[in-house]
């Protein structure tokens, strides 16, 4: 009560003292307000196709108040998840990523170990230049590929274009240098004693490997699973690249290539078929965000 | 002196060809496992990106048939095309601005974040990052659809406010804001995250020391958090910057470069020449252009990985 009294007698004094906290106060309203607008940036086209999904292709015409759904329905889940082909599509797509972060895993793991631990000729060299290979984008590489692979083709009669396959080989060049990359990170942080121990009890390098390394730095190990598992299941142009049979066609292009014939774009399916794409990605960050993070801030920071 | 040197590395060469198991001992010795080890990942690179680099080269210099060498025909006739120098430009102010706009909003975002109690973080950036989890493909569908020429929802809105129905893709200038609206969506939380890293590394007791010395807001950022943070910026801002330029799947999906090209940058232009007009040898060349400005960003990056070794 008293500081009421006194604020009344000498504002300027008590504008003084109390400042800190009612300033704070403020700047958290403020923070607060800002992050909301900026969540309803972020969240609209997320949010946006679960309203379309939920709606039949009447109600998407008609001129109604597009942010609202007056009559949910699931018959643009039950159409897409009974079509064949809409589950040829999630089927190799999930096969091509689980092969791809297996390929991944069996490649960086071991290299990484190998660079971070055990020098050989030019393994610092190396070790640049797996990060420089992460930087050099796909983009610039598909043509050149495309046109290996057609050569290959023709010289050794094994098609590898418009097979899903290629994709196996195509991807592990996004995922293993970034994966190394991390793994080298996580490698170099675990202290020297510990494998040193590990062969002064007669450990060969394979079970120091195995028996040390990979149970000690499994958060990155996992981050990194995450991280190529992400990469394979998102990859559009190598895909929209290398296959153009309906049957070889992984999630993102089929969905494009197929639900959008000509000019007539059915919205409710194509906004259902994005939405389970997007599915996977989104269940994993949901479950194992912090690991996600470590991961996305590890290429950065660990360096 | 040569002697002394010498002799012990012949006696360790008669040595190893005189055992029987020199084979076997090589191949248990450390930097022979090591390489065995890494070797996959050596292959990897040599044949699936340093060879396809220099292909490029290579059928950057053939005609459209592939039978014929040109030298530097190609790109003599992508310099006297218009829609060459259309996507020059487009390449330059889609990246540089995307970039710009993503690193400050990444900014903004993460100090508000920063602000709020610790025990609310987590949920924001949680929320906040979605974007960037989405696949870009399927986000970019999901703004298509909200831009639909006739059904667009934003149109929707803005009606409310008596703003006319803007053609979100289907006016040049329009189109170009669109893909980079787009861009900053899918890129802003990343930028968000590395700096909200960065700012928890910052120790309490400088915002302190300066809030004594009299610091208000904007001195305390301009003198304490940015220096601060001044290495993840550069390179978090290097990163997006090669990724933001060879960007395709935004663009392709948008707007697929149109109307009248004005949309095309590097990537989905040489798809379209490439792939789509199957003139793989001038696709190519098309591609080879990002290459300095990832030369360029490749420098920055390794010098500061260097440096970063020396000090440690």
Redesign the interface.
């Known amino acids: 009560m008293s500081t009421v009294t006194i604020d009344k007698a000498a504002p300027t004094r008590k504008v003084k003292y109390g400042s800190i906290s009612r300033d704070r106060a403020w700047?958290?309203r403020w923070?607060?307000f800002?992050?909301v607008i900026?969540?309803i940036?972020?969240?609209?086209?997320?949010v946006?196709?679960l309203i379309?999904s939920l709606k039949s292709s009447a109600e998407?015409?008609a001129a109604t108040?597009?942010?609202w759904v007056f009559h949910p329905t699931l018959e643009n889940y039950i159409a897409l998840l009974t079509s064949n082909q809409f589950l040829r599509f999630f089927w190799n797509s999930a096969i091509v990523s689980i092969f791809v972060v297996t390929i991944t895993m069996?490649?960086?793991v071991?290299?990484a170990?190998?660079?971070s631990r055990?020098?050989?000729?030019g393994?610092a060299t190396?070790a640049?230049?797996?990060?420089?290979?992460y930087?050099?984008?796909?983009?610039?590489?598909?043509?050149?590929?495309?046109?290996?692979f057609a050569v290959i083709g023709d010289w050794t009669g094994i098609q590898l274009i418009n097979r899903w396959y290629v994709l196996l080989?195509?991807y592990?060049?996004l995922t293993?240098?970034f994966c190394?990359w991390i793994m080298i990170g996580y490698f170099a942080s675990i202290p020297k004693e510990l494998d040193e121990a590990a062969i002064i009890d007669g450990a060969s390098?394979f079970q120091t490997l195995t028996r040390i390394f990979i149970p000690v730095a499994l958060p990155g190990l996992i981050a990194a699973t995450i991280f190529a598992f992400?990469v394979s299941?998102?990859q559009?142009?190598y895909p929209?690249?290398f296959t153009t049979s309906t049957d070889q066609l992984v999630m993102?292009?089929g969905?494009?290539t197929t639900l959008i014939k000509g000019d007539v774009?059915n919205?409710g399916q194509?906004?259902t078929g994005?939405?389970l794409?997007?599915a996977p990605?989104?269940i994993i960050?949901?479950f194992l965000?912090d690991y996600?993070?470590a991961g996305?801030?590890a290429g950065?920071?660990k360096? | 002196m040569a002697d002394v040197v010498l002799q012990p590395n012949r006696a360790a060469t008669s040595k190893t060809v005189g055992k029987r198991g020199s084979l076997h001992k090589m191949l248990k010795r450390?930097?022979?496992?090591?390489?065995l080890?890494?070797l996959?990942?050596?292959l990897?690179?040599a044949t699936?990106?340093i060879?396809?680099?220099f292909?490029?080269l290579h059928?950057a210099t053939l005609n459209k048939s592939m039978s014929r060498f040109v030298g530097l025909g190609n790109f003599e006739f992508l310099f006297k095309r218009e829609t060459f120098w259309l996507v020059v430009q487009q390449s330059c102010i889609f990246a540089i601005t995307a970039v710009i706009f993503k690193a400050v909003?990444g900014f903004?975002?993460a100090?508000?974040?920063h602000?709020?109690p610790a025990k609310g973080q987590?949920k924001?950036?949680?929320?906040?990052?979605?974007?960037?989890?989405?696949?870009?493909?399927?986000?970019t569908?999901?703004?298509l659809?909200?831009f639909?020429p006739s059904?667009s929802?934003f149109n929707?809105?803005l009606s409310f406010f008596g703003i006319g129905p803007i053609p979100w893709t289907g006016d040049a200038y329009w189109a170009r804001f669109s893909v980079i609206l787009v861009n900053i969506?899918v890129g802003?939380?990343?930028f968000m995250?590395?700096y909200l890293?960065a700012l928890k590394s910052v120790p309490d007791q400088l915002y302190e020391a300066a809030a004594i010395d009299g610091a208000n807001w904007w001195q305390r950022i301009w003198y304490v958090t940015l220096p601060m943070m001044r290495n993840?910026i550069a390179?978090?801002t290097l990163?997006s910057l090669?990724?933001t330029?060879?960007?395709?799947?935004i663009v392709?999906?948008l707007t697929a470069g149109g109307p009248l090209d004005h949309t095309h940058i590097?990537?989905t232009w040489?798809?379209r020449i490439?792939?789509e007009g199957s003139d793989?040898p001038l696709?190519?060349s098309v591609?080879?252009f990002?290459?300095p400005i990832?030369a360029v960003?490749?420098i920055f990056?390794?010098r500061d990985?260097s440096k970063?070794g020396n000090e440690a």
């Open positions: 700047a958290l923070s607060y800002f992050l900026f969540a940036f972020f969240l609209t086209p997320p946006y196709m379309t998407i015409s108040n597009p942010w069996l490649i960086s071991p290299a170990f190998a660079l055990m020098r050989f000729w393994s190396l640049t230049g797996v990060f420089l290979t930087l050099i984008p796909e983009t610039l590489l598909f043509i050149p590929l495309f046109k290996m080989i195509l592990p060049t293993v240098p190394t390098w992400t299941w998102a559009f142009l929209l690249v993102p292009v969905i494009i774009f919205w194509i906004m994005a939405l794409g997007a990605p989104l960050y949901a965000m996600y993070i996305l801030t950065a920071t360096g | 450390k930097s022979t496992v090591a390489f080890m890494a996959p990942l050596i990897l690179i699936l990106v060879y396809p680099a292909y490029a059928l909003l903004i975002i100090h508000f974040v602000n709020i987590r924001w950036r949680g929320m906040l990052l979605v974007p960037w989890v989405i696949p870009p493909a399927m986000s569908l999901a703004w659809w909200l639909d059904y929802a929707y809105t969506w802003a939380p990343f995250i590395m890293a993840i390179i978090t990163f090669i990724v330029f060879a960007n395709f799947d392709r999906i590097f990537a040489a798809f490439g792939i793989i696709g190519a591609s080879l990002m290459v990832l960003a490749a990056i390794l990985i970063r």
